[in-house]
């Protein structure tokens, strides 16, 4: 067998085991990962934007989430589909698949042309020149590159899983900011309806202009909440309109009066730390940054003492030189190796920084596990603690203080009919008016405080808590730059 047939069959059976791009970028395990945690409906709304004709299809797929009054679920999809931000991390995961198709690829050879022309001769010389070393790592090079890109994908996931979750909570204080609105509106309306009968009374001569004042100053300072109550309900909106990424018309989309009920029931975990470790896609990344590592130490090792080295085919042809009684062309073949020397490299810095980046790794994975369960534990424990405190407010707090403003309400109105210890004075109704609404709205605050404890338990069972920092970029070392 000659040597052009042995290069061409090389070539061809490094050809084969190059990698090739996926037919949707990595996007259908993308959206299963997603499905897997927040159900397949929301699943189906991951979608990277490659075209004019998808771009429409998707904004056609926003205008019919928004018609209807907008749910959790529904505002989530919306996010996934429309946030430009979102498309970005997706634009990430292309190229990182394009890094992995890259490293698969064999080097390609180098050609060096020669032409030297004197007195009466001429010569030629052509090399062509191929990496020997790049074409003997190939191998470890593609393995370390086919974990950054399984890594690219479930940061891809986490992304996805963040901005759900993220969204999911901005929906659910603005619907309780809209829920504080409309609350303290109807308290408003109430005491000004006394304001308007105590000012008749006045009007007729029976009167107190003290207890015109109360009321007043009582009116003024609801005004001076419900105001504040808006301001924060706009802000609560805005920023779930950023994170939907609706502008223009899109942004009058309408929200439910109030939160859903609690639950019967909460839910249990038994075995909450295990959920954790065995779901937190922060976990499989730091996995997926060990296993690269662990290869690219591996190769770092073997390339210690060789990190150049090269194999060039040579050919050389000099022309008849009538000076020298040479009327004969010459031609003449050979090849080259080039190393380097390790004289004064001796790959020993290279192997301790790869050495060093692996047991990092490790140990930061060890650590994201600690941490992991520490979150799974606190956010159960949370999930749990609003669940309880919102079902007293609503089971105890509540019926207990609206028998008191009942019987207040009562005595009041009966004025000087009730005897004089069950009198009841304008100070009192006023104070007793206070009360009755600051436990509302602690009612209202409590049962926000469960649904954004329920999202934080889900996040920090797949992704983590809403302060986790963002993991770090794909891993690297000496032997892969």
């Not at 989430?65 to 907008?70: A, K, T």
């Amino acid at each position: 067998m000659t040597w052009p047939i042995v290069m061409v069959l090389s070539l061809a059976g490094l050809l084969a085991g190059c990698a090739s791009f996926s037919p949707d970028g990595g996007m259908s395990e993308v959206a299963q990962g997603v499905g897997r945690e927040t159900g397949p409906g929301i699943g189906k709304s991951v979608v990277k934007i490659t075209s004019a004709e998808q771009a429409q299809r998707t904004k056609e797929q926003v205008a019919g989430l928004l018609v209807e009054p907008l749910s959790a679920d529904a505002a989530v999809q919306v996010a996934l589909l429309n946030n430009r931000d979102l498309q970005a991390a997706y634009n990430d995961l292309g190229i990182s698949e394009a890094a992995y198709v890259q490293a698969s690829l064999p080097p390609n050879p180098s050609v060096s042309l020669m032409r030297i022309v004197g007195t009466g001769v001429a010569n030629f010389e052509a090399r062509l020149i191929g990496d020997i070393l790049s074409l003997i790592t190939l191998q470890r090079r593609t393995a370390i590159a086919a974990e950054n890109f399984a890594r690219a994908r479930h940061q891809a996931i986490s992304t996805t899983l963040r901005l759900a979750a993220d969204t999911r909570r901005a929906y659910i204080r603005a619907v309780a900011a809209q829920q504080q609105i409309g609350f303290l509106d109807q308290a408003r309306a109430t005491v000004d309806a006394a304001v308007r009968l105590n000012a008749r009374l006045g009007e007729a001569g029976g009167g107190d202009q003290l207890d015109q004042a109360e009321l007043a100053a009582f009116y003024a300072e609801l005004s001076a909440r419900l105001g504040q109550a808006r301001l924060t309900a706009r802000r609560e909106r805005e920023t779930l309109i950023r994170l939907m990424g609706v502008w223009g018309g899109d942004t009058a989309f309408a929200l439910p009066a109030e939160l859903p009920a609690l639950p019967g029931e909460p839910e249990t975990l038994a075995s909450v730390e295990v959920e954790a470790v065995n779901r937190r896609v922060d976990l499989v990344m730091a996995r997926h940054d060990v296993a690269a590592l662990a290869k690219s130490l591996s190769l770092t090792e073997a390339t210690r003492y060789v990190s150049m080295l090269q194999l060039a085919g040579i050919f050389n042809d000099e022309s008849a030189n009538p000076l020298t009684n040479t009327n004969t062309e010459i031609n003449r073949a050979g090849a080259q190796l080039d190393l380097q020397l390790p004289i004064f490299d001796t790959g020993e810095a290279r192997t301790r920084s790869a050495r060093e980046t692996y047991m990092r790794a490790l140990n930061r994975l060890a650590a994201k596990a600690v941490n992991a369960r520490s979150e799974a534990r606190i956010a159960y424990d949370a999930y749990r603690g609003t669940y309880d405190i919102a079902r007293f407010y609503r089971d105890r707090v509540l019926p207990l203080r609206q028998i008191v403003s009942q019987e207040v309400s009562l005595r009041y109105a009966n004025g000087v009919l009730a005897s004089e210890g069950m009198r009841v004075d304008l100070f009192k109704y006023l104070t007793d008016a206070r009360i009755r609404i600051g436990a509302n709205a602690s009612a209202l605050d409590a049962r926000r405080d469960f649904y954004l404890a329920a999202a934080d338990l889900q996040a920090a069972l797949s992704i983590g808590g809403a302060t986790s920092a963002e993991p770090a970029g794909p891993v690297s070392s000496p032997a892969m730059q």
